[in-house]
């Protein structure tokens, strides 16, 4: 096992575009870290800069106590796991598995029990005589990771090993990447686009855009805390909510106003968010999730009501996803606008109405509610968020003033 620093870390081409730019992370010695992102944030680029798979232009990259930079990859003592599985088709499993042991002159019987402790672990002992063609995409990405695992290398690098694969077997899959992690205690980077697999997965998770580190947590701080609103809209299903609003106080009471809808305040929320106060007669721009919304008549709490009109409606079984228009166009900026088009270009979006703002509620499947319906949707305003509306910074965040800006 080994920490991973990368340092200052570039990734110019020849015609000066970043791919990476001025990366410097810290992943801790058995820690699994997650890269997320966009399509072409760079976080492909960064594993194989790792790896030694990509020359870096600038910065150092340490694994353990070597500076890797002019390292051949197979000098590095690490492990890939690919999106294609990459077997050799004309050996069997037992013969895959042990290749790579073979070409570094380890003893047949040390193969032996590698391979063996390996398809046990992964549950591939009954399969071990078959060739790929004869397994299911699952099992041959098992054989994929229990490659990598009998090297036993200092660090396992992963690059979007899971997104061949049907949802449901994703999910198992995800379940088994956490108990092999658990058991092996090996230091992983794991890069992927979905954000969902990072925060099921991550120790931290570190998000990138266009290059550049944005925010690097555990997911839960991500969620709870995000630094920009690009890492607000990115992380989380269904994505925050924003709008433009004004925030104003009259007396001690401070209310959040959009759309025809006055939201108050609560005082813990300014002393959570240092410069907040700074806002007031201002306008700036509000986030909420879908999750701190709830059916005022199954929320048990005395929280404030907006009152709207279900346009959609997703049931999940557990929950329902309430979809509604507000009367406040979309908020335009930079974060968002990147948002928009990673959307347009994994899936296709419901289109808007008159310009105005799509919102998503998610609330207990107990609501029974139903498209066309109206709603009164209880807010949990203890957990709203604030941006300013030129930077996209997060308001009182203690690391927003580290955030390099992404340029428009």
């Known amino acids: 096992m080994a920490k991973i620093v990368l340092d200052q870390v570039d990734k110019?081409?020849?015609?000066?575009?970043?791919?990476?730019?001025?990366?410097?992370?810290?992943?801790?010695?058995?820690?699994?870290?997650?890269?997320?992102?966009?399509?072409?944030?760079?976080?492909?680029?960064?594993?194989?800069?790792?790896?030694g798979l990509e020359d870096i232009t600038g910065g150092?990259?340490?694994?353990?106590?070597?500076?890797v930079n002019d390292l051949a990859p197979k000098d590095r003592d690490i492990a890939m796991v690919f999106q294609n599985y990459a077997l050799y088709p004309h050996m069997t499993v037992e013969q895959n598995l042990a290749f790579g042991l073979q070409l570094r002159g380890t003893s047949k019987a040390e193969i032996k029990k590698r391979v063996g402790d390996a398809a046990k672990m992964l549950g591939l002992e009954q399969f071990l005589k078959r060739k790929p063609a004869a397994l299911s995409g699952g099992q041959r990405q098992r054989v994929a990771m229990g490659r990598a695992i009998v090297r036993e290398p200092q660090a396992f690098l992963m690059d979007e090993p899971l997104s061949n694969l049907d949802a449901k077997l994703r999910v198992s899959m995800r379940a088994s990447l956490n108990q092999l992690h658990e058991?092996?205690?090996?230091?992983?980077?794991?890069?992927?686009?979905?954000?969902?697999?990072?925060?099921?997965?991550?120790?931290?998770?570190?998000?990138?855009?266009?290059?550049?580190?944005?925010?690097?947590?555990?997911?839960?701080?991500l969620f709870d805390n995000p630094v920009n609103l690009f890492v607000a809209g990115f992380i989380?299903?269904?994505?925050?909510?924003?709008?433009?609003?004004?925030l104003v106080r009259d007396g001690g009471t401070a209310r959040v106003s959009f759309a025809g809808y006055e939201?108050?305040?609560?005082a813990e929320v300014f002393t959570n968010k240092p410069g907040l106060e700074d806002y007031v007669g201002r306008?700036?721009?509000?986030?909420?999730?879908?999750?701190?919304?709830?059916?005022?008549?199954?929320?048990?709490?005395?929280?404030?009501?907006?009152?709207?009109?279900?346009?959609?409606?997703?049931?999940?079984?557990?929950?329902?996803?309430?979809?509604?228009?507000?009367?406040?166009?979309p908020?335009?900026?930079?974060?968002?606008?990147?948002?928009?088009?990673?959307?347009?270009e994994e899936d296709s979006a419901i289109p808007l109405t008159d310009n105005k703002a799509l919102w998503t509620a998610r609330v207990?499947?107990?609501?029974?509610?139903?498209?066309?319906?109206?709603?009164?949707?209880?807010?949990?305003?203890?957990?709203?968020?604030?941006?300013?509306?030129?930077?996209?910074?997060?308001?009182?965040?203690?690391?927003?003033?580290?955030?390099?800006?992404?340029?428009?």
């Open 12 to 51: 110019a081409y020849s015609n000066d575009v970043k791919a990476v730019n001025n990366l410097s992370l810290e992943i801790e010695d058995g820690e699994f870290m997650v890269l997320v992102g966009p399509s072409g944030c760079g976080k492909s680029t960064a594993l194989r800069m790792i790896a």
């Open 60 to 67: 150092e990259i340490s694994i353990g106590d070597r500076v």
């Open 183 to 221: 058991r092996l205690g090996v230091t992983t980077v794991y890069v992927t686009h979905d954000q969902v697999e990072a925060m099921t997965l991550g120790d931290r998770v570190c998000v990138l855009r266009e290059g550049l580190l944005q925010q690097v947590d555990t997911p839960q701080n």
């Open 236 to 246: 989380g299903s269904p994505a925050m909510n924003f709008v433009t609003a004004e």
């Open 263 to 266: 939201l108050p305040v609560p």
């Open 283 to 329: 306008s700036l721009i509000l986030g909420i999730r879908p999750s701190d919304f709830e059916d005022s008549g199954h929320s048990g709490q005395d929280w404030p009501i907006m009152a709207v009109h279900a346009d959609v409606t997703e049931e999940l079984g557990s929950e329902i996803n309430a979809i509604f228009t507000i009367d406040a166009p």
């Open 331 to 344: 908020v335009e900026h930079k974060d968002t606008a990147d948002l928009a088009k990673d959307e347009d």
């Open 364 to 408: 207990n499947a107990r609501s029974r509610v139903r498209p066309g319906q109206s709603l009164e949707l209880a807010v949990d305003t203890t957990r709203l968020h604030f941006f300013d509306p030129e930077s996209g910074l997060a308001v009182g965040h203690p690391e927003a003033a580290t955030i390099e800006p992404v340029s428009a």
